[in-house]
């Protein structure tokens, strides 16, 4: 018997992460990046947060607001490359487009609810928030399937002193978080070109790796020895003829290009 059910949301998440690909495959891999939860005004939700502060972790149920359609079968985008049924993955593509992720708590402020390593994203309506139970939501030695634990095939991501001036420079005038990107692209398989935008070149006879977000290239090299991953700087995805070709900006994006070339950080 078929039912249809519909849900009003309780507020809504102000995160950094704006674009799908700049969230983590887990939150637990997002780092330090504050995001907030604003409930809706007018509701009691002051009083249904009372003693919420006390969990260090909350689950957020929530809805993939960018989906408008489902799979059945979806590629991961780690562990196998093989198709898998959306049931057995944390895909969003799915036939109801409710996510679940369990969060860091880091504070409560009146209707504001303050989180950390988080992988939703900005926009996302908030449906629920339910606190966190070791006893009862832990089990750490049950199987995971197709899913390999191999966090110690993760690669440390270290900043060169140009490229960290350059991201806070494109943050600060721009809102562009090519640090968090960097990290959460290249911490596992860094030089996959299958699933990500890197192509690589000898330069000075050492191999030196470029990631591309949107129009902007990172440039990195690899240590597989150590494990780490560097990155030595930003530079712009355009040429200088496609930039002084001002009739044609397609992502309204070239003056910060310009200035970012201009100044040369």
Request: aromatic share 12%; hydrophobic share 35%; net charge positive.
């Amino acid at each position: 018997m078929l039912h249809q059910f519909s849900f009003t949301p309780i507020g809504y998440l102000h995160s950094e992460q704006k674009y799908r690909y700049e969230t983590p495959r887990q939150g637990v891999l997002a780092g330090d990046s504050i995001s907030v939860i604003k409930l809706n005004p007018q509701q009691n939700f002051e009083q249904a947060v009372i003693e919420l502060d006390g969990f260090d972790r909350i689950w957020v149920i929530y809805l993939f607001h960018l989906n408008t359609n489902w799979k059945p079968m979806v590629t991961p985008p780690r562990h196998t490359r093989k198709k898998i049924g959306v049931f057995a993955t944390r895909s969003p593509h799915r036939p109801n487009n409710i996510g679940i992720s369990c969060v860091k708590l880091e504070k409560v402020d009146g209707l504001n609810i303050y989180i950390s390593q988080s992988d939703i994203l900005d926009g996302s309506p908030i449906v629920d928030i339910k606190p966190y139970l070791p006893y009862s939501d832990s089990f750490p030695d049950v199987k995971t399937g197709w899913v390999k634990q191999d966090f110690e095939n993760k690669f440390d991501v270290i900043y060169s002193t140009l490229a960290q001036s350059q991201m806070d420079w494109l943050k600060e005038t721009a809102n562009i978080n090519l640090r968090n990107f960097a990290k959460l692209q290249l911490e596992f398989k860094p030089t996959d070109t299958s699933r990500k935008r890197i192509s690589k070149e000898i330069i000075d006879e050492k191999i030196i790796y470029t990631l591309a977000y949107r129009t902007w290239r990172i440039l990195f090299n690899v240590n597989d020895e150590r494990k780490a991953i560097e990155i030595l700087g930003i530079k712009s995805g355009y040429t200088l003829d496609e930039l002084s070709n001002q009739l044609e900006d397609k992502y309204s994006d070239k003056l910060i290009h310009q200035q970012f070339l201009r100044i040369r950080l």
